[in-house]
């Protein structure tokens, strides 16, 4: 029994150890890479979400990196596209001391 605590203490240590490393490089390191037109990115994350077909036509660099932008803020189950864009556009916000 106790080898059973000490195994679950070690891994419990080390999940926290690793969500919060994650936390800490999206925050420190791939929240800021947004920060240079951050208009432009909600915009392509909004037209990703709401349309069959995002960026048509167009260079596809840019939606590949505003995909990035909603796997590291993800919309919560249930929540519209209003409030997630307006929750995106805090997080940005807080990341880039911009405003929208």
């Not at 106790?2 to 203490?9: Q, S």
């Not at 999206?26 to 349309?51: D, F, G, H, S």
């Not at 189950?77 to 911009?98: F, K, N, P, T």
Request: proline letters at 5%; one cysteine or more; a neutral charge.
């Amino acid at each position: 029994m106790h080898r059973i605590l000490i195994v679950f203490a070690l891994t419990a240590g080390v999940m926290l150890f690793i969500f919060n490393s994650a936390d800490w490089y999206a925050n420190n390191a791939a929240l800021p890479r947004y920060c240079k037109n951050p208009l432009q990115t909600t915009m392509i994350v909004e037209e990703i979400l709401t349309t069959d077909a995002p960026g048509d036509g167009k260079k596809k660099r840019p939606y590949i990196v505003a995909a990035k932008l909603i796997f590291l803020i993800p919309q919560e189950e249930g929540e519209q596209i209003d409030h997630y864009m307006d929750r995106l556009r805090q997080r940005i916000s807080e990341a880039c001391g911009v405003a929208f």
